[in-house]
């Protein structure tokens, strides 16, 4: 298993995915948070916080992570070397996890460089320090579990199909759903005094709980659950080629 992680990872940065996914992110929160005019310029904002970066990386995530996880199996099934993968002496559960293990990493690689941008913002408070830096780890644990969850869901829909493109589009709806499509679902009148059990059931409520700096138990077992799932979900998609 871990020869196959490797083999992922060498084969993530021996192209320019891996390093394609790290830059864009970085870049493009970066433009967000000290250049573009908006609500999340923290030069403009005035105050010495760096919530901006945990609002905008989701929406990144959303579409970052689908391209660095639909070749997963969708190259492996379309090549046709999938047979061959399986051959190894491993498990269906063995060879997923490297995958996803492979894919976690990367994001990994992509959300560590964002402390500078805390560091930063710790030498330009004044008094110096004065940022809540209780809260940026939650939220920094917060996006780290985000990812891993965006990251499960990528390997589920790269199982589905030989086409990475209908993997990447299959990753992007099922992950803006479940982050986004609670929020606007929970206050119809027809879930009446279920209205927040239907919310808890998405992705934003927990984050959001998460990103306050307060790590509660149920929101672990929430993105734990969550990642299981579709890691399960992966290798029921994966046995049908015994059937």
Do not use: C
Not at 11 to 20: A, D, E, R, T, V
Not at 32 to 45: A, E, G, H, R, S
Not at 54 to 79: D, G, H, N, W, Y
Not at 203 to 212: E, G, L, Q, W
């Amino acid at each position: 298993m871990f020869a196959l992680y490797l083999k992922e990872i060498r084969s993530f940065l021996s192209s320019l995915i891996g390093y394609i996914v790290i830059i864009v992110f970085l870049v493009v929160v970066g433009l967000f948070l000290w250049v573009f005019p908006t609500d999340f310029n923290i030069l403009d904002y005035g105050y010495a916080n760096v919530d901006g970066l945990f609002i905008i990386a989701p929406f990144v995530f959303l579409f970052l992570v689908p391209a660095v996880t639909m070749r997963s199996f969708s190259e492996e099934q379309k090549s046709g070397t999938m047979e061959l993968l399986f051959t190894r002496p491993l498990t269906d559960m063995q060879i997923i996890s490297a995958k996803y293990l492979a894919g976690l990493t990367l994001i990994i690689f992509s959300v560590i460089p964002t402390i500078i941008f805390f560091i930063s913002v710790w030498y330009l408070g004044l008094p110096q320090g004065n940022i809540d830096v209780g809260g940026f780890w939650g939220s920094f644990i917060g996006l780290l579990l985000l990812g891993a969850t965006f990251v499960s869901i990528g390997i589920f829909s790269s199982s589905l199909t030989d086409n990475q493109v209908v993997s990447f589009i299959l990753s992007i709806a099922i992950s803006a759903f479940l982050y986004l499509g609670f929020e606007f679902i929970y206050s119809l009148e027809m879930f009446g005094s279920f209205d927040l059990l239907i919310r808890s059931m998405g992705i934003s409520a927990h984050y959001s709980a998460v990103s306050k700096g307060v790590i509660d138990t149920r929101d672990l077992v929430y993105f734990a659950s969550i990642i299981m799932l579709f890691l399960f979900l992966t290798k029921l998609s994966l046995a049908k080629r015994k059937w």
